[in-house]
């Protein structure tokens, strides 16, 4: 849902109802990846895609159906059949497992400020039930920024502390996943599975020494996503003008440097 996160927040500020499709399992090839959404709202206006194309029109349909009806959220399976090639389907053979629910911003307000972080590029993540006992179907819960406190609230209990520290660990590791949690005392009696959406900060890549290879690093990092830094304590070889693709040129020693700036598990140097 945080790939249409622009969308949501305005929508959310106008206390506007929505219809929300994820992709909350992908089994072979598939055009885009788990936690991929689409969202309509009541005026029939549609946001986002989950397929690329090929089964766009089907789900805009359950959505419609969700947001006008209400009700529990819905589950659609989407393939390929070999006995009917022109069901509604995936041309590349995969399979979607996608949750259709009617999101009411007034009873999540939680969710505005997911939005209002991701759409600004902050660290953020969305915990949502996909699976599970029906009055926890489509519940969520959000982390913001570096914080370990949620926002929101599945049970109020220790199903709350459960996928907080599951939606911490994966922001931290920059990564979307589903996890499987309960089924035990501790936690929920049921057994239920959460997907964790993250928008996380861009990775960092830090390189020392302003010279040539730094440069070609430079580049390669700027294309793959980092947030590039190049450092080296000769102020007439670290300029930005020498590394245009660097998102940063620090005049400083190496050791200085790695004092005072942050690294984590996300950080190449």
């Known amino acids: 849902m945080l790939n249409i996160a622009d969308t949501l927040h305005r929508w959310c500020r106008a206390a506007r109802p929505f219809a929300l499709a994820t992709v909350v399992g992908v089994h072979g090839s598939a055009p885009l990846p788990t936690g991929t959404s689409v969202a309509v709202d009541p005026d029939g206006n549609a946001i986002g895609s989950i397929s690329g194309g090929c089964v766009e029109g089907a789900v805009y349909e359950l959505c419609r159906q969700v947001l006008d009806e209400g009700g529990a959220p819905r589950r659609a399976w989407f393939g390929y059949s070999d006995d009917d090639a022109f069901a509604v389907g995936l041309t590349c053979g995969g399979e979607l497992d996608v949750l259709v629910q009617r999101v009411d911003p007034a009873a999540q307000p939680h969710l505005a400020a997911a939005f209002d972080e991701a759409r600004r590029g902050r660290p953020t993540a969305v915990a949502q039930v996909v699976d599970g006992p ?136």
């Not at 519940?139 to 109020?156: E, N, P, Y």
């Not at 499987?180 to 861009?202: F, M, N, Q, W, Y």
């Not at 400083?252 to 996300?266: G, I, K, N, Q």
């Open 134 to 269: 029906e009055e926890l179907l489509g519940r969520t819960l959000c982390v913001l920024g570096d914080a370990d406190a949620a926002h929101g609230t599945l049970d109020a209990g220790a199903l709350d502390r459960t996928v907080t520290a599951q939606a911490v660990a994966l922001l931290r590791a920059g990564r979307t996943a589903r996890v499987e949690i309960g089924g035990d005392a501790d936690t929920c009696p049921e057994k239920l599975s959460v997907l964790v959406h993250v928008h996380a900060s861009r990775p960092r890549l830090l390189i020392f020494g302003a010279v040539d290879f730094a440069a070609a690093l430079c580049r390669i990092g700027h294309f793959l996503g980092y947030r590039v830094t190049v450092c080296d304590a000769r102020p007439v070889f670290a300029t930005a003008a020498r590394f245009p693709e660097a998102d940063e040129v620090v005049v400083d020693w190496p050791h200085r440097y790695l004092e005072r700036t942050r690294v984590d598990a996300r950080t190449a140097i």
